[in-house]
Protein backbone atom coordinates (compact mmCIF):
# COMPACT_ATOMS: atom_id res chain seq x y z
CA UNK A 1 0.00 0.00 0.00
CA UNK A 2 1.18 3.15 -0.66
CA UNK A 3 1.70 6.16 1.85
CA UNK A 4 -0.19 9.07 1.67
CA UNK A 5 1.70 12.16 0.28
CA UNK A 6 1.82 15.12 2.60
CA UNK A 7 0.26 18.87 1.49
CA UNK A 8 4.09 20.34 0.97
CA UNK A 9 5.46 17.49 -0.76
CA UNK A 10 2.00 17.36 -3.52
CA UNK A 11 2.38 21.43 -3.54
CA UNK A 12 6.04 22.46 -3.58
CA UNK A 13 5.75 26.03 -5.84
CA UNK A 14 2.61 26.57 -3.10
CA UNK A 15 2.96 30.35 -2.19
CA UNK A 16 5.04 31.23 -5.41
CA UNK A 17 2.61 33.40 -6.98
CA UNK A 18 2.25 35.68 -4.34
CA UNK A 19 6.04 36.02 -4.20
CA UNK A 20 5.37 37.26 -7.64
CA UNK A 21 2.66 39.56 -7.24
CA UNK A 22 4.71 41.22 -4.37
CA UNK A 23 7.93 41.41 -6.57
CA UNK A 24 5.81 42.70 -9.44
CA UNK A 25 3.98 45.07 -7.18
CA UNK A 26 7.40 46.14 -5.94
CA UNK A 27 8.39 47.17 -9.38
CA UNK A 28 5.16 48.29 -10.41
CA UNK A 29 5.82 51.31 -7.77
CA UNK A 30 9.18 51.68 -8.86
CA UNK A 31 8.21 52.28 -12.08
CA UNK A 32 5.16 54.44 -11.08
CA UNK A 33 7.69 56.63 -8.59
CA UNK A 34 10.16 57.35 -11.26
CA UNK A 35 7.59 58.14 -13.67
CA UNK A 36 5.65 61.13 -11.12
CA UNK A 37 9.25 62.22 -10.44
CA UNK A 38 10.85 61.91 -13.98
CA UNK A 39 7.69 64.26 -15.32
CA UNK A 40 8.15 66.45 -12.32
CA UNK A 41 11.91 66.42 -13.38
CA UNK A 42 11.32 67.19 -16.70
CA UNK A 43 8.64 70.14 -16.52
CA UNK A 44 11.25 71.50 -13.43
CA UNK A 45 13.76 71.62 -16.40
CA UNK A 46 12.32 73.01 -18.79
CA UNK A 47 11.34 75.90 -16.46
CA UNK A 48 14.75 76.41 -15.62
CA UNK A 49 16.17 76.22 -19.76
CA UNK A 50 13.03 78.98 -20.29
CA UNK A 51 14.18 80.94 -17.27
CA UNK A 52 17.71 80.81 -18.21
CA UNK A 53 16.71 81.94 -21.74
CA UNK A 54 14.55 84.87 -20.97
CA UNK A 55 18.09 85.80 -18.80
CA UNK A 56 20.08 85.62 -22.07
CA UNK A 57 17.71 87.38 -23.78
CA UNK A 58 17.17 90.29 -20.97
CA UNK A 59 20.86 91.09 -20.72
CA UNK A 60 22.09 90.70 -24.96
CA UNK A 61 20.42 94.35 -25.83
CA UNK A 62 22.70 96.00 -23.03
CA UNK A 63 25.85 93.52 -23.62
CA UNK A 64 28.99 95.85 -25.32
CA UNK A 65 32.97 95.68 -24.86
CA UNK A 66 32.72 98.13 -22.18
CA UNK A 67 33.21 97.04 -18.25
CA UNK A 68 30.16 99.50 -17.96
CA UNK A 69 28.26 97.53 -20.39
CA UNK A 70 28.52 94.24 -19.59
CA UNK A 71 27.56 95.19 -15.79
CA UNK A 72 24.26 96.56 -16.88
CA UNK A 73 23.94 92.97 -19.09
CA UNK A 74 24.89 90.84 -16.34
CA UNK A 75 22.53 92.84 -14.02
CA UNK A 76 19.29 92.56 -16.60
CA UNK A 77 20.19 89.09 -17.08
CA UNK A 78 20.20 88.32 -13.50
CA UNK A 79 16.94 90.23 -12.34
CA UNK A 80 15.09 88.32 -15.05
CA UNK A 81 16.40 84.77 -14.32
CA UNK A 82 14.79 86.11 -9.99
CA UNK A 83 11.84 87.23 -11.60
CA UNK A 84 11.36 83.49 -12.67
CA UNK A 85 12.20 82.12 -9.60
CA UNK A 86 15.75 81.69 -9.66
CA UNK A 87 17.39 84.31 -7.07
CA UNK A 88 20.27 82.03 -6.35
CA UNK A 89 22.57 79.57 -8.40
CA UNK A 90 22.70 81.68 -11.42
CA UNK A 91 26.19 82.58 -12.84
CA UNK A 92 26.27 85.36 -15.33
CA UNK A 93 29.30 85.41 -17.75
CA UNK A 94 29.56 87.48 -20.80
CA UNK A 95 32.59 87.22 -23.15
CA UNK A 96 33.35 90.28 -25.24
CA UNK A 97 37.15 89.82 -26.54
CA UNK A 98 35.72 89.23 -29.80
CA UNK A 99 32.50 89.84 -31.98
CA UNK A 100 30.16 88.63 -31.67
CA UNK A 101 29.96 89.04 -28.11
CA UNK A 102 28.10 86.28 -25.79
CA UNK A 103 26.18 85.86 -22.82
CA UNK A 104 25.75 82.76 -20.81
CA UNK A 105 23.64 81.72 -18.38
CA UNK A 106 23.49 79.17 -16.18
CA UNK A 107 21.25 77.82 -13.40
CA UNK A 108 21.34 75.25 -11.14
CA UNK A 109 18.85 73.91 -8.48
CA UNK A 110 18.35 71.04 -6.21
CA UNK A 111 14.94 69.74 -7.03
CA UNK A 112 13.23 67.44 -4.76
CA UNK A 113 12.12 63.89 -5.18
CA UNK A 114 8.48 62.33 -4.13
CA UNK A 115 8.19 58.69 -4.50
CA UNK A 116 11.86 58.12 -5.93
CA UNK A 117 12.50 58.93 -1.85
CA UNK A 118 11.52 55.21 -1.31
CA UNK A 119 14.49 53.98 -3.09
CA UNK A 120 16.80 56.55 -1.67
CA UNK A 121 16.58 59.47 -4.09
CA UNK A 122 16.23 62.37 -1.69
CA UNK A 123 16.85 64.98 -4.72
CA UNK A 124 18.10 65.62 -8.11
CA UNK A 125 20.25 68.55 -8.90
CA UNK A 126 20.01 70.14 -12.01
CA UNK A 127 22.44 72.58 -14.40
CA UNK A 128 21.10 74.15 -17.34
CA UNK A 129 22.67 76.76 -20.01
CA UNK A 130 21.84 79.29 -22.35
CA UNK A 131 23.81 81.18 -24.68
CA UNK A 132 23.08 84.32 -26.52
CA UNK A 133 25.14 85.95 -29.14
CA UNK A 134 25.16 89.56 -30.03
CA UNK A 135 26.98 90.44 -32.81
CA UNK A 136 27.27 93.83 -31.68
CA UNK A 137 27.30 97.65 -33.37
CA UNK A 138 30.56 98.29 -31.99
CA UNK A 139 32.05 102.19 -31.46
CA UNK A 140 30.63 105.09 -32.96
CA UNK A 141 33.90 106.34 -33.94
CA UNK A 142 37.23 104.55 -34.14
CA UNK A 143 40.60 105.29 -35.25
CA UNK A 144 42.96 102.83 -35.91
CA UNK A 145 45.88 104.85 -36.45
CA UNK A 146 48.31 104.81 -33.45
CA UNK A 147 50.58 107.72 -34.66
CA UNK A 148 49.77 110.51 -32.04
CA UNK A 149 48.15 113.37 -33.50
CA UNK A 150 50.53 116.07 -35.16
CA UNK A 151 48.88 119.22 -36.65
CA UNK A 152 48.80 119.27 -40.87
CA UNK A 153 49.84 115.96 -40.64
CA UNK A 154 47.51 113.24 -38.73
CA UNK A 155 44.32 113.75 -36.37
CA UNK A 156 43.29 110.43 -34.71
CA UNK A 157 40.12 111.60 -33.51
CA UNK A 158 39.33 115.38 -34.21
CA UNK A 159 35.29 116.36 -33.76
CA UNK A 160 34.57 120.30 -34.67
CA UNK A 161 31.94 122.21 -34.63
CA UNK A 162 28.40 120.76 -32.81
CA UNK A 163 28.57 117.07 -33.32
CA UNK A 164 26.48 115.00 -31.40
CA UNK A 165 28.64 111.09 -30.99
CA UNK A 166 25.85 108.43 -29.59
CA UNK A 167 28.10 105.37 -28.82
CA UNK A 168 31.53 104.53 -28.15
CA UNK A 169 34.54 106.66 -29.18
CA UNK A 170 37.88 104.88 -29.41
CA UNK A 171 41.39 106.17 -31.00
CA UNK A 172 44.39 103.91 -30.88
CA UNK A 173 46.04 107.39 -30.88
CA UNK A 174 45.04 110.81 -29.88
CA UNK A 175 41.62 113.05 -29.69
CA UNK A 176 40.86 116.73 -30.10
CA UNK A 177 37.19 117.47 -28.73
CA UNK A 178 36.12 121.06 -29.74
CA UNK A 179 33.33 122.87 -30.19
CA UNK A 180 29.85 121.46 -28.43
CA UNK A 181 30.87 118.08 -28.87
CA UNK A 182 28.50 115.96 -26.74
CA UNK A 183 29.96 112.19 -26.21
CA UNK A 184 27.41 109.66 -24.57
CA UNK A 185 29.33 106.66 -25.03
CA UNK A 186 30.05 103.95 -22.23
CA UNK A 187 33.88 104.01 -23.35
CA UNK A 188 36.24 106.99 -24.57
CA UNK A 189 39.19 105.67 -25.04
CA UNK A 190 42.64 106.84 -26.53
CA UNK A 191 46.13 106.13 -26.02
CA UNK A 192 48.54 107.17 -22.84
CA UNK A 193 51.30 107.79 -24.88
CA UNK A 194 49.13 110.25 -26.64
CA UNK A 195 47.25 113.25 -25.34
CA UNK A 196 43.69 114.65 -25.86
CA UNK A 197 42.93 118.20 -26.39
CA UNK A 198 39.57 119.30 -24.77
CA UNK A 199 37.80 123.13 -25.28
CA UNK A 200 34.14 123.45 -24.97
CA UNK A 201 30.85 121.26 -24.51
CA UNK A 202 30.30 119.00 -21.52
CA UNK A 203 32.27 116.65 -20.17
CA UNK A 204 35.86 116.07 -20.45
CA UNK A 205 38.50 114.48 -21.86
CA UNK A 206 38.41 110.58 -21.49
CA UNK A 207 40.94 108.70 -18.75
CA UNK A 208 43.87 107.58 -21.28
CA UNK A 209 44.70 103.83 -21.31
CA UNK A 210 47.36 102.03 -20.69
CA UNK A 211 47.15 98.86 -21.79
CA UNK A 212 45.05 99.81 -25.35
CA UNK A 213 41.64 99.22 -26.74
CA UNK A 214 40.16 95.76 -25.74
CA UNK A 215 38.28 96.50 -28.56
CA UNK A 216 39.84 94.87 -31.66
CA UNK A 217 39.32 96.97 -34.98
CA UNK A 218 36.57 96.07 -37.18
CA UNK A 219 37.56 93.55 -39.96
CA UNK A 220 35.39 94.08 -43.62
CA UNK A 221 36.39 92.95 -47.17
CA UNK A 222 35.52 93.97 -50.65
CA UNK A 223 34.64 90.39 -50.72
CA UNK A 224 32.04 90.26 -47.49
CA UNK A 225 29.20 92.68 -49.70
CA UNK A 226 27.94 90.64 -52.00
CA UNK A 227 28.23 90.65 -56.31
CA UNK A 228 28.57 94.32 -57.64
CA UNK A 229 25.22 95.14 -59.25
CA UNK A 230 26.77 98.26 -60.57
CA UNK A 231 30.42 98.43 -61.87
CA UNK A 232 32.96 96.30 -60.73
CA UNK A 233 36.52 96.53 -59.13
CA UNK A 234 38.21 96.40 -62.03
CA UNK A 235 36.24 99.73 -64.29
CA UNK A 236 35.97 102.76 -63.22
CA UNK A 237 32.53 103.54 -62.25
CA UNK A 238 32.51 107.53 -61.52
CA UNK A 239 29.47 109.82 -60.95
CA UNK A 240 26.05 108.65 -59.40
CA UNK A 241 22.82 110.90 -58.84
CA UNK A 242 19.51 110.38 -58.70
CA UNK A 243 17.69 107.03 -57.19
CA UNK A 244 19.94 104.51 -56.53
CA UNK A 245 19.82 100.85 -55.79
CA UNK A 246 22.04 97.92 -55.19
CA UNK A 247 25.88 97.95 -54.74
CA UNK A 248 27.64 100.08 -56.81
CA UNK A 249 32.01 99.06 -57.58
CA UNK A 250 34.20 101.12 -59.43
CA UNK A 251 38.70 100.24 -59.15
CA UNK A 252 38.36 104.34 -59.42
CA UNK A 253 37.13 107.16 -57.29
CA UNK A 254 33.07 107.41 -56.60
CA UNK A 255 31.32 110.85 -56.34
CA UNK A 256 27.48 111.12 -55.69
CA UNK A 257 26.20 114.24 -56.62
CA UNK A 258 23.11 116.29 -57.42
CA UNK A 259 20.19 116.91 -55.17
CA UNK A 260 17.68 115.03 -53.34
CA UNK A 261 19.52 111.11 -53.41
CA UNK A 262 17.64 108.39 -51.80
CA UNK A 263 17.72 104.55 -52.45
CA UNK A 264 19.26 101.48 -50.78
CA UNK A 265 23.95 101.85 -51.82
CA UNK A 266 26.69 100.98 -50.89
CA UNK A 267 29.87 102.17 -52.54
CA UNK A 268 32.84 99.76 -52.71
CA UNK A 269 36.40 101.00 -54.03
CA UNK A 270 39.81 100.83 -53.28
CA UNK A 271 40.13 104.80 -54.11
CA UNK A 272 37.74 107.84 -52.66
CA UNK A 273 34.32 108.12 -52.06
CA UNK A 274 33.07 111.97 -52.00
CA UNK A 275 29.26 112.60 -51.20
CA UNK A 276 28.50 116.18 -52.76
CA UNK A 277 24.94 116.04 -53.15
CA UNK A 278 22.83 117.39 -51.40
CA UNK A 279 20.11 116.07 -49.59
CA UNK A 280 20.58 112.57 -49.41
CA UNK A 281 19.03 109.96 -47.70
CA UNK A 282 20.76 106.27 -48.43
CA UNK A 283 20.22 103.27 -46.41
CA UNK A 284 23.36 100.04 -47.38
CA UNK A 285 22.56 97.94 -49.12
CA UNK A 286 25.14 95.48 -48.09
CA UNK A 287 23.98 92.81 -45.59
CA UNK A 288 27.11 93.55 -43.33
CA UNK A 289 25.43 96.83 -42.92
CA UNK A 290 28.51 99.03 -44.73
CA UNK A 291 27.31 101.98 -47.17
CA UNK A 292 30.90 102.97 -47.87
CA UNK A 293 34.06 101.32 -47.99
CA UNK A 294 37.19 102.78 -49.48
CA UNK A 295 40.61 101.28 -49.60
CA UNK A 296 42.06 104.90 -50.13
CA UNK A 297 45.30 105.97 -48.11
CA UNK A 298 45.28 109.45 -47.04
CA UNK A 299 45.07 111.86 -43.85
CA UNK A 300 42.46 113.91 -42.74
CA UNK A 301 44.74 117.32 -44.16
CA UNK A 302 44.44 116.35 -47.79
CA UNK A 303 42.74 113.78 -50.17
CA UNK A 304 39.86 112.23 -47.66
CA UNK A 305 39.52 108.37 -48.02
CA UNK A 306 35.59 109.38 -47.45
CA UNK A 307 34.31 112.68 -47.37
CA UNK A 308 30.71 114.13 -46.80
CA UNK A 309 30.91 117.33 -47.35
CA UNK A 310 27.25 118.34 -48.57
CA UNK A 311 24.39 119.56 -46.35
CA UNK A 312 21.03 117.77 -44.96
CA UNK A 313 23.19 113.92 -45.85
CA UNK A 314 21.69 111.12 -43.86
CA UNK A 315 23.44 107.73 -44.62
CA UNK A 316 21.78 104.07 -42.56
CA UNK A 317 24.88 102.41 -42.69
CA UNK A 318 28.74 102.11 -41.21
CA UNK A 319 31.69 103.76 -43.05
CA UNK A 320 34.49 101.88 -43.29
CA UNK A 321 38.12 103.46 -44.48
CA UNK A 322 40.61 101.29 -42.82
CA UNK A 323 43.97 102.88 -44.43
CA UNK A 324 42.87 106.29 -44.76
CA UNK A 325 40.58 109.41 -43.15
CA UNK A 326 36.45 109.74 -42.88
CA UNK A 327 35.66 113.42 -43.05
CA UNK A 328 32.33 114.97 -42.51
CA UNK A 329 31.93 118.74 -42.93
CA UNK A 330 28.62 119.32 -44.36
CA UNK A 331 25.76 120.73 -42.38
CA UNK A 332 23.12 118.54 -40.23
CA UNK A 333 24.73 115.31 -41.47
CA UNK A 334 23.81 112.08 -39.43
CA UNK A 335 24.93 108.85 -39.74
CA UNK A 336 23.02 106.15 -38.45
CA UNK A 337 25.89 103.59 -38.25
CA UNK A 338 29.70 103.72 -37.26
CA UNK A 339 32.55 105.30 -38.37
CA UNK A 340 35.99 103.47 -38.74
CA UNK A 341 38.82 104.94 -40.18
CA UNK A 342 42.61 105.16 -39.95
CA UNK A 343 41.52 108.69 -38.73
CA UNK A 344 37.95 110.58 -38.21
CA UNK A 345 37.15 114.20 -38.43
CA UNK A 346 33.75 115.66 -37.89
CA UNK A 347 33.69 118.92 -38.33
CA UNK A 348 30.27 119.82 -39.30
CA UNK A 349 27.99 122.27 -37.73
CA UNK A 350 25.57 120.05 -36.37
CA UNK A 351 25.07 116.21 -36.82
CA UNK A 352 24.51 113.44 -35.06
CA UNK A 353 26.81 109.85 -35.18
CA UNK A 354 24.11 107.12 -33.74
CA UNK A 355 26.11 103.68 -33.35
CA UNK A 356 23.90 101.51 -34.50
CA UNK A 357 26.41 99.88 -36.93
CA UNK A 358 26.31 97.16 -39.35
CA UNK A 359 24.24 94.91 -36.76
CA UNK A 360 21.81 97.24 -34.52
CA UNK A 361 20.15 94.94 -32.56
CA UNK A 362 21.41 91.93 -34.10
CA UNK A 363 20.96 89.40 -31.04
CA UNK A 364 19.36 86.27 -30.47
CA UNK A 365 20.04 82.72 -28.92
CA UNK A 366 22.66 80.99 -29.43
CA UNK A 367 22.30 77.49 -27.94
Wanted: proline share 5%; aromatic share 8%.
Amino acid sequence: MTPPVSSARRNPERGTVAVLVAAFLLGLCGMAALAVDAGYWYQARRHMQAAADAAVMAGLPDLGASAAAQTTAKSRASAMASSCGYATGVTVTPSVATTPWHLTVKITKVQPAFFSRLFGFASKSMTVTSVGENAGSGPAVYAKSAVCPVPGVTVGIQLNGGATVEGDLISNGGMGLYGTFNGNGDTQYYSALCTCAYNGGPGTCPNPSTSGSSVPFPTYTTSSFGACTHGSLSTVLDTQSGALNGIYCSSGDINVSGNNITGTATFVTPGRVTISATTVTLTAAASDGVIIYSGATSNCYSNQSVNVGSSGVVLNGTIYAPNGCINTSGADVTINGSLYGNEVQLGASSGVINATGASSNNYDLYQ
